[in-house]
């Protein structure tokens, strides 16, 4: 007999959507963690009937439905509050404020007891969960379904999440509806929460990470996670590079196979409204070097309306797209695959945690801590300064 379904797909190119999962009618895929931690369908055989229909629905059978059409913006919330918890400029929260005033669903990764996955809400309060980004790999469970039943009721939905995450929904969904919105992230790729759990549990109590990434007043987003001691309530900080998850996430090193061969990475995008940072952002002239900025690619005419409908509440100016795709990696190309990448997780699954940390962590100096903190506190036009003046000597 021919097999007609996912276990037929390359581990590799298996990006861990769900889709597959979400159309089977007889609730015979379930994810399993491989060796490494990640997440992949598993077949059971006594149900399935080998109709087809998940290797039919399966992206790796697609071309990706990908717009070129292009305005690129440099932009932040103009509401410091509101934009708080967000990574970037915070222009998420005011498309989901724009669809939560239109009594829409908003669908988002939030992470909670170390586990990231994805919501959809039509609750404010979720919102402030939604924002900011999480470093791993968010899991979808059933809300394919959940969607494309809201979207059949008229309801407005908004959809973000990494590109993988938004083809699989539009190629689930099988045809367009004006009622959904949708929002991919600029992504490196993703790491799994297996590793994320294991890598805390070597902190001694237990922690649970609150946020990937803070930002500072004077000084711009610092790669520092923020950890919530459940013992005792108190807040720890570590720098991504003194945490091996952070490090590995960073260097690409543990990222799931299919991210170094994304098909998504690169100009032309799947979401109607694309959010990354701007990795150009320290030149523009007209910014001030300590605000935390996001790029916004608008990719066709919906994502126009949304922009039109939220740009009153935006600072905002027209970006060099051409210099942010050079500078931003992941608009051009997939993160590299290190050949490191063959032992990590061999490695940090077999070896001790001391060894591991001492192949794969950047080593950190004393001394360099000490810079480290007192960098902290020059502001960052100051050091742009210093920086432009080394380099005409
Ligand atoms: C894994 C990952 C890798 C990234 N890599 C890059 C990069 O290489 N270059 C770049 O320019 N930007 C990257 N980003 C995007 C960037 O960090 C910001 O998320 C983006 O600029 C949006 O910022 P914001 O302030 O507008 O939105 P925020 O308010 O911070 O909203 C974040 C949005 O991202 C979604 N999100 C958060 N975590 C995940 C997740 N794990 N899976 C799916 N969706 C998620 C949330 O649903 C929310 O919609 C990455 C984000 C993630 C999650
Ligand atoms: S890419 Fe998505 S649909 Fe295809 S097998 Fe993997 S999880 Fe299933
Ligand atoms: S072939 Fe059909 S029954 Fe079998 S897993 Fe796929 S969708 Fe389910
Ligand atoms: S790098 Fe590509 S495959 Fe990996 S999570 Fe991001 S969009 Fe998906």
Redesign the pocket.
Same mark, same amino acid.
């Given at each position: 007999m021919i097999i007609n379904n996912v276990s037929v797909i390359d581990k590799k190119d298996c990006t861990g959507c769900g889709v597959c999962h979400d159309v089977c009618s007889f609730q015979a895929i379930e994810f399993r963690e491989d060796e490494e931690g990640f997440l992949y369908p598993s077949i059971d055989k006594n149900r399935c009937t080998n109709c087809g229909k998940c290797l039919k629905k399966c992206q790796i059978n697609y071309d990706e439905d990908t717009s070129t059409q292009k305005l690129c913006y440099i932009a932040y919330n103009k509401n410091d509050v509101e934009?708080e918890?967000?990574?970037?400029?915070?222009?998420?929260?005011l498309i989901t404020k724009y669809v939560l005033e239109k009594k829409g669903y908003i669908c988002?990764?939030i992470i909670r007891n170390n586990d990231?996955f994805h919501i959809i809400s039509n609750d404010n309060n979720d919102l402030q969960l939604?924002? !900011?980004?999480?470093?791993?790999?968010?899991n979808l469970k059933n809300i394919y379904n959940e969607i494309k039943d809201k979207l059949n009721r008229n309801i407005l939905c908004l959809f973000?999440?990494?590109p993988c995450?938004v083809n699989g929904l539009k190629i689930f969904l099988g045809k367009e509806y004006d009622n959904l919105i949708c929002?991919d992230?600029?992504?490196?790729?993703?790491p799994n929460n297996k590793l994320l759990k294991d890598d805390l549990s070597h902190y001694g109590t237990k922690y649970n990470v609150l946020s990937f990434r803070e930002k500072t007043k004077n000084n711009g987003t610092l790669y520092r996670m923020q950890l919530k001691d459940t013992e005792n309530n108190t807040i720890k900080k570590v720098y991504s590079t003194d945490s091996l998850y952070f490090n590995a996430f960073m260097n690409s090193v543990s990222l799931r196979e299919s991210c170094y061969r994304c098909k998504f990475a690169k100009m032309s995008r799947v979401g109607d409204v694309t959010? !990354?940072?701007s990795?150009y952002s320290k030149n523009y002239s007209q910014l001030d070097p300590s605000k935390i900025v996001?790029?916004v690619l608008i990719n066709n005419a919906k994502g126009n309306k949304v922009w039109k409908q939220i740009s009153c509440d935006i600072n905002y100016f027209e970006g060099d797209f051409e210099k942010e795709i050079r500078e931003?990696?992941?608009l051009n190309r997939p993160s590299l695959r290190p050949n490191l990448r063959d032992e990590f997780y061999k490695d940090y699954y077999e070896k001790d945690y001391v060894s591991v940390c001492s192949k794969y962590k950047k080593k950190i100096t004393s001394v360099s801590k000490i810079k480290r903190y007192v960098k902290s506190f020059i502001p960052i036009k100051y050091k742009l300064f210093i920086k432009k003046k080394l380099r005409r000597k």
């Open positions: 934009s918890k967000s990574t970037s400029g915070g222009v998420f929260p988002g990764a990231i939604m924002q !900011g980004s999480k470093y791993g790999q968010s973000s999440g990494t995450q929002v992230i600029v992504c490196h790729g993703v959010l !990354g940072d990795a996001s790029l931003n990696k992941q």
